[in-house]
């Protein structure tokens, strides 16, 4: 059985960082140039990470599948990052960021992680501005804010509406500057296919080059996983394409524990299924919804006029009447069951009734259309090339998707997984969110664990390693973990079989979006767990792969990562199975309040539920932590 011990400092909650930095062991400047880290991903997390790593003297290899860092995920975080830094001076603080976190995360995050998160967020916003990231400005100079679900502040900092892109571009400048530096050395196109435990210490891993093939083995003094999530589990989601859970669901089989995968959230503002052709769906950014208003005809027969047509009185502002303090920005997971519950009643707009209209009309009546194209018009631009509707004279369709997941490799306070040397940072762990995201808190996340976190808490585990001990590469671990990767590549391309990756992936995704998505039943996930085991082995013996795996070949990366979505998928539904309450974005249909609210459990689920591999055919074993709250008091969330 895993140990898991968060090693959360003592004392009081507001002092429990400062404590910690100043208890932890340090590494002096002269050793920390023998200390080699290995760090995998290269978005907001890594990037930041591997730079800021270097700056302090370490040496830094980076692995990025993707062809340059630039194209990382985080360019996708389109609406703002959070930070108290309270320009607005509207009431916010340190303390109401942590509040608003732990509540919207519905009382299952630990609070030390979050209230350090909301600390640090006052710093991540005058590192990226002395980095040149254009944020918005007031008249008079200063860094504009906007609102964002679960807040009644302004405490979101943007670009426009493409925060993550100008976050990027900051953090792969100061990274870009320790490669040229010599701090950092950047493999591209290398993508990390096992981990290397060598006498239960995290010490290298093995990666294959999508261009050549080639799989190589790297030694180092500590792991770093900066992947982001695992969303693509269920094939339509606002995910990038390429997006997968390889690198920590390797770990996993490798011991490291993959807590709370069950919490996947539902974002309220994506632009619908269209039909069975799509490979992902595009996300309206959060940002919309401080000047759009989400409204559904209040009579079934009018789901099909113009919206123009349909009278004012006739409209159903359905966010604004169930949730009139916070109106339309309710926390995502709320918004999103609420336009759920009117679609199921028959009144859901669009050709196929799955959709909720997200209406600017009184916006650019009360601002004017300048002002809107100011703030948004990159949104509007993507709406209408994929649409071909003009959002400006026509409300936009939105329809909940698959957007983030807050579950990920377990880490205790200093982001080590319960494997020693192994870090996990950004949305490959699970420890800021709890069950449900708050929307501009990832980008916040990436840039605290990779700019403020890890590198205060890396140097307490390597003072205790002697500098220049990392193992060799020919070690029989290294090997060993190779040739599970070769025969991993070997199986998948001797499958006789006639159905591309794609065909299997899509019917996964169908049965995690039916039984495992924004409802779930027991029936439902007890389904799920019969019919994923044998799509697995269907996909096993009938999977087509062409190809050789000694050059480029995209359909073997996606089988790879396919097969891996098929045994994390059977693990999210037996956690969500096994979670018997409803909390934020998990929600079981039989925990409800009469409302429609979710219903906890906090005296049999009041902790994280960490999953340990206990190898293949055997059952998982479901380890927890604890949430102990000192600071706030677990209550029903009301947004009402």
Known sequence: MAQLDSKIPSGPLADKWRKHKVESKLVNPANKRKYEILVVGAGLAG?????????LGYKVKCFVFHDSPRRAHSISAQGGINAAKNYQNDGDSVYRLFYDTIKGGDYRSREANVHRLAEVS???????????????????????????????????????????????????????????????????????????????????????????????????DAVILATGGYGNVYNLSTYARQSNATAIWRAYKRGACFANPCFTQIHPT??????????????????????????????????????????????????????????NLAPRDISSRAAKRV???????????LGVYLDFSDAINRLGENVVRERYGNLFDIYHEITNENGYKTPMRIYPAMHYTMGGLWVDYNLMSNVPGLYVLGEANFSDHGANRLGASALMQGLADGYFVIPNTIGDYLAGQKPGSRPPADAPEFKQAEDNVRSIISRLLSVPGKEPV???????????????????????????????????EEFWANV?????????????????????????????????????????????????????????????????????????????????????????????????
């Open 47 to 55: 990037s930041s990470a591997a730079a800021t790593l270097a700056e």
């Open 502 to 536: 794609s065909h299997y992936h899509k019917r996964l995704g169908q049965i995690m979006w039916t039984y495992c998505g924004m409802a779930r039943t027991k029936e439902g996930l007890e389904k799920a767990l019969q019919e994923i085991p044998k799509l697995r």
């Open 122 to 220: 006052v710093n991540i916003i005058d590192q990226c501005a002395a980095q040149g990231v254009p944020f918005a400005r007031e008249y008079g100079g200063l860094l504009a804010n906007r609102s964002f679900g679960g807040a009644q502040v302004s405490r979101t900092f943007y670009a426009r509406g493409q925060t993550g892109q100008q976050l990027l571009l900051g953090a792969y400048s100061a990274l870009s500057r320790m490669i040229g530096a010599g701090g950092v050395e950047l493999f591209s196109n290398e993508e990390m296919s096992d981990l290397v435990v060598i006498n239960g210490h995290a010490k290298g891993i093995i990666t294959r080059n999508l261009n050549t093939g080639q799989i190589r083995r790297w030694s180092g």
């Open 343 to 353: 679609c199921d009643e028959g009144r859901g707009v669009g050709e196929t009734g």
């Open 544 to 640: 087509k792969v062409p190809g050789s795996e000694a050059t480029l070949n995209q359909s073997l990366e996606r089988a790879c990562r396919v097969a891996d979505f098929f045994e994390l998928g059977e693990l999210l539904c037996l956690d969500a199975l096994t979670r018997e309450e409803s909390c934020g974005s998990h929600f079981r249909e039989e925990y409800q309040y009469p409302n429609g609210e979710c219903k906890r459990d906090d005296e049999k689920f009041a902790h994280a539920a960490a999953w340990e591999y206990q190898g293949e055919g055997k059952p998982p074993l479901r380890n927890i932590e604890p949430l102990n709250y000192e600071s706030v008091k677990m209550s029903v969330r009301n947004y009402k």
């Open 270 to 327: 994506c632009i619908p299924v269209s039909g069975d052709y799509q490979s992902k769906l595009t996300l309206m950014s959060e940002s919309l919804r401080n000047d759009g208003r989400i409204w559904v005809p209040k009579r079934k027969e009018d789901c099909k006029k113009d919206p123009g047509t349909i009278a004012e009185d006739d409209r159903d502002y359905y966010l604004e009447r169930m949730y009139p303090s916070f109106g």
